[in-house]
């Protein structure tokens, strides 16, 4: 089975006429070339394909993974 993973982009604020998700990785059998999508992109690209769409958490301020000033 298919899996696609996906995080909300930090720079969309909701109401935007932007794509939302960000798509981080995808397992198995499916490729995806788009870097930013919509839910109802992803849903669908989902449904044909069987795929299943993991949602991967944020901190929501875009600190993680950072270099800590010394």
């Known amino acids: 089975?298919?899996?696609i993973f996906v995080r909300e982009?930090?720079?969309v604020e909701k109401g935007e006429k932007r794509?939302?998700?960000r798509v981080v990785g995808?397992?198995?059998d499916i490729r995806i070339s788009a870097e930013h999508?919509?839910?109802c992109e992803l849903d669908e690209i989902a449904k044909v394909s069987?795929?299943?769409i993991v949602y991967l958490p944020s901190d929501g301020e875009g600190k993680e993974g950072m270099k800590k000033a010394e």
Do not use: D, V, Y
Request: glycine share 12%; hydrophobic share 20%; proline share 6%.
């Open 37 to 39: 999508m919509r839910k």
């Open 26 to 28: 995808t397992s198995g």
């Open 50 to 52: 069987g795929a299943s």
């Open 19 to 21: 794509p939302r998700f």
């Open 9 to 11: 982009r930090r720079k």
């Open 1 to 3: 089975m298919s899996t």
